[in-house]
């Protein structure tokens, strides 16, 4: 009988990135992800409020006032800040030296002095020993090597491990506006599926939940530029008033006057809890 073989889920992840149509749009924008991240972070300063609240939630279950935080990835501070104003000290590690500045800002305008701030990628930032809840949403697409990373996380967390991924049924939309700017079909990244595989290869258990979020924006205009952001401004200028006008059909005025995506996005929430 013919031993079947398992598949390499780091493997499979890395190049699924490696291959995926964002992370090649990436190289032809910037010299370097941390360059591109730069340029992104006023971006993301605003366009992670929606998802912020529901992650939280969830979060501040596992935490009290003396916890300890390592948020690995934590750009403009989605979740740094809210976390910070409820445990013991956080940890923040980010890269992008513009995103951190923004995350340091927000910071100093809540008063918050139990964080401290290293600019440095994952794999090379240098951390002691382990802390209560270690957090990463949204940023192992950039990882290099996951199944050493991924265990260099279970290292640091003593208590809980929370990931928080894309799923691909989210990128409908994107996908349409890809097509749109570049004229072809977009090629989405792995999901959450390869890095749930890859932790119970590693032979932890974790818990799946699936997060919806509305994302709103102040006007139309708005909805368009966060829509757009992560693609080349002269792409955009081409083609703005097809991309206005396919996006006036997905988002609604609400009775107090914000726009809303009519559809949600969907992230993963993936708990790894140490102590099972």
Known sequence: MTETKMPDWA??????????????????????????????SPRYNRGHDAYRSPVVEKIEKYIDTTTTVLDIGAGTGALTIPLAKKVGNVVSIEPSAGMLDYLKNAALKENLENIEFINNTWEDAEISGQYDIVVCSH????????????????????????????????????????????????????DYANIYNLLREMGWHPEVQIISTTMECQDLDEAVKLATSHFDKSDI??????????ISQYVRQGSDGMFRWKDSFKSAFIMVNKNV
């Not at 499979?12 to 990436?26: A, K």
């Not at 989210?170 to 700017?181: A, E, L, P, V």
């Not at 200028?237 to 396919?246: G, N, P, Q």
């Open 11 to 40: 493997q499979l992840w890395e190049q699924g990135m490696r291959e995926s149509s964002w992370m090649d749009d990436i190289t032809q924008q910037a010299n370097s992800v941390n360059e591109y991240w730069d340029d992104q």
């Open 139 to 190: 940023a192992l697409y950039f990882v290099s090597d996951m199944k050493k990373s991924m265990q260099r996380m279970i290292d640091a967390t003593g208590k809980y491990l929370f990931l928080m991924i894309g799923i691909h049924e989210s990128n409908d939309r994107y996908g349409d506006i890809w097509k749109i700017i570049k004229g072809t079909s977009y090629k989405p990244g792995p």
């Open 237 to 246: 200028l081409a083609k703005k008033d097809v991309i206005r006008s396919y």
